[in-house]
């Protein structure tokens, strides 16, 4: 068990059984219940963390825990909840400021967030706006993807020195690409189930919204998309990305390599769907919507990839497209002979029918 500046137990070793918030929970205690003993301390004291903050990283290491903590509990969230993570966090923190007479002033958090820098994020939930402004300010790196999503959403709070304040933060992170630790581009293209939903920014004024654009169109976010929507198992909040993306047009040219390459099936399908039929369609509160999907793919071409697609489901789509068309242009010899050996009996009504199409 690890110890603080003042000799008190802080987090359990995590993976031990312990929920990614008991960390957070554990952690935060010891550090504001840190911070309060700093507050009372006589003048000498204050004297001598001053001038304990100005020796080198190294020695300092040994009198405070500088471990990220709560940037290490957050990475264990899915980035698909974070607006009922936010709040979960929220409550959390003022509980335990409660509980430990935290005055969330500034002295206080500085005090903080030089322990543990990840902290910040932690005070921009608070239901507190003047903590959820100061944590925004002591916002300099961020840890996992999920952190800077957190100060997304800040961009719509619904005080206004608050916005303000991440619209800020936002910007420090993008001059020296995420912190110290870089991958901005990835931590935006993370994000983009946020940046891309309209409907979460109501509060928004331009400012706000110039920061949103900014972010979409940052240098290397597409390369990240790629690498995210190409890579990794079926997942919440990548498959959201991607239907933002079809809803949105906003990196549209990323289609037809999600669709050959994605290795999660249901990512396949969507795409292929979107450029086989040129089109998406998607349900918005009670209302169906629809887009016109503008792109110089083949249609022959296209239905034939995925007429070949390993996924039972992705050909099951195709077969259903040449059918309803009746567009058999993407069918040569050699890929009729490998649906016909196709063992998946979800294909082969479909089959049936594509036979008697041809007259084989």
């Not at 040994?62 to 264990?76: F, P, Q, T, W, Y």
């Not at 909840?81 to 002295?107: M, P, W, Y």
């Not at 972010?215 to 991607?242: C, E, H, M």
């Not at 809803?247 to 994605?262: I, N, S």
């Amino acid at each position: 068990m690890l110890k603080h500046e003042y000799g008190d137990p802080t987090i359990f070793v995590f993976g031990r059984g312990h929920e990614p918030f008991d960390v957070i929970a554990n952690h935060l205690q010891v550090l504001f219940q840190n911070a309060v003993k700093a507050r009372r301390r006589p003048s000498w004291r204050v004297l001598l963390d001053s001038v304990v903050s100005t020796l080198p990283r190294g020695t300092k290491l040994k009198l405070v825990d500088e471990r990220n903590s709560v940037g290490i509990a957050l990475s264990h969230e899915s980035i698909a909840t974070v607006s009922a993570l936010d709040r979960k966090l929220g409550l959390v923190v003022d509980d335990i400021g409660r509980h430990t007479e935290f005055g969330f002033g500034n002295q206080e958090i500085e005090h903080v967030c030089a322990a543990d820098s990840m902290a910040a994020l932690a005070f921009t939930t608070s239901r507190s706006g003047y903590a959820r402004e100061l944590g925004l300010a002591h916002v300099h790196g961020l840890g996992p993807t999920i952190g800077f999503a957190m100060i997304v959403l800040r961009l719509n709070d619904w005080v206004p020195q608050v916005r303000v304040a991440s619209a800020k933060a936002i910007e420090r992170l993008m001059k020296n690409d995420g912190g110290p630790n870089g991958g901005l581009p990835y931590m935006i293209a993370g994000s983009m189930g946020l940046l891309l939903d309209d409907a979460r920014f109501g509060r928004m004024a331009k400012p706000e919204r110039d920061v949103v654009e900014a972010l979409i169109s940052y240098p290397k976010v597409k390369d990240a998309l790629r690498t995210i929507l190409i890579f990794g198992v079926s997942d919440r909040a990548k498959n959201q990305i991607l239907g933002l993306i079809l809803q949105t047009g906003f990196y549209d040219e990323l289609l037809p390599e999600v669709a050959e390459k994605a290795e999660c099936s249901y990512r396949r399908l969507i795409a292929f769907k979107a450029l086989l039929y040129r089109k998406y369609i998607w349900k918005e509160g009670g209302k169906v919507r629809e887009r016109t999907i503008e792109l110089p793919a083949h249609t022959s071409e296209v239905a034939r990839r995925a007429l070949l697609d390993k996924s039972a489901n992705v050909a099951f789509a195709a077969l259903g497209f040449i059918i309803e068309t009746r567009d058999l242009s993407g069918l040569d010899d050699g890929t009729v002979e490998i649906l016909l050996k196709r063992p998946e009996a979800s294909l082969e009504r479909r089959i049936a029918l594509l036979r008697s199409m041809i007259g084989r």
